[in-house]
């Protein structure tokens, strides 16, 4: 059974650009959520996607976005970055309710200059 | 809000001895789950265990037990036989519950560095 997996590994980019990072959970699971990790704020929730729907949103602007497709991958977007979101972006799969098991992907490293 | 709070900055243990690595946590909701990762330097968060509120005995899973203190709201995890490869930063984390019905949201501790040492 394959596990949760993240794309790209590593993104360099610049500030002002936008992002795309991808997400496929393990099949079956219906929910993948994003966290954003930091050495200064540790690990942070951006938002949750289940069946096509986000179901919840953490703290962030509106640059951050995502959306989910019918066989549950999904993408996450930052727009006109900036350098502190240079961070870990992680994505945790899960089968959507509200118990049981939650697995990460490998993480997507992006680093703004 | 619930919250997960890890005191211990960082551990030293030898290989083959047992550890046990600290997680409190604070919530009013009768219905929750507990969670350990693991993160090696590579950055991969690895699923260690699960344990739901209403579970009735420790998860245990390997040489991965969670010592779940429902009263005392602690969820420590105990890794027994050391290795090497345990060196790495450890999450505790708690499933935020909803009155909605089904969220997947965790909530992290700040984590602790466990070092094994040979």
């Known amino acids: 059974k394959a596990g949760v997996t993240q794309t790209p590994r590593y993104l360099i980019k610049t500030r002002g650009q936008q992002v795309t990072l991808s997400c496929s959970p393990i099949s079956g699971h219906r929910s993948v959520s994003w966290y954003q990790q930091t050495p200064g704020q540790g690990l942070q929730f951006l938002f949750e996607y289940f069946s096509e729907t986000q179901r919840n949103k953490g703290n962030f602007p509106g640059r951050f976005s995502g959306r989910q497709f019918s066989n549950s991958r999904s993408e996450m977007n930052v727009s006109t970055l900036e350098l502190g979101d240079s961070a870990l972006y992680l994505c945790?799969?899960?089968?959507?309710?509200?118990?049981?098991?939650?697995?990460f992907g490998q993480g997507t490293r992006l680093t703004v200059v | 809000a619930q919250k997960i709070t890890q005191t211990q900055p960082g551990m030293f243990v030898q290989e083959k001895e047992a550890v046990t690595l600290d997680c409190t946590y604070d919530t009013s909701d009768p219905s929750y789950g507990l969670f350990w990762y693991k993160q090696p330097s590579s950055g991969e968060m690895i699923f260690l265990i699960y344990?739901?509120?209403?579970?009735?005995q420790n998860a245990t899973e390997g040489r991965y037990s969670l010592n779940f203190q429902k009263a005392r709201k602690s969820a420590n995890l105990v890794i027994s036989a050391s290795q090497l490869g345990d060196s790495a930063m450890y999450f505790c984390?708690?499933?935020?519950?909803?009155?909605?019905?089904?969220?997947?949201?965790?909530?992290f501790g700040k984590g602790m560095k466990l070092t094994v040492n040979p």
């Open positions: 984390a708690m499933r935020e519950p909803t009155t909605q019905g089904g969220s997947e949201k965790l909530v």
């Open positions: 945790a799969s899960s089968l959507g309710q509200g118990s049981g098991e939650a697995f």
């Open positions: 344990q739901g509120s209403y579970d009735q």
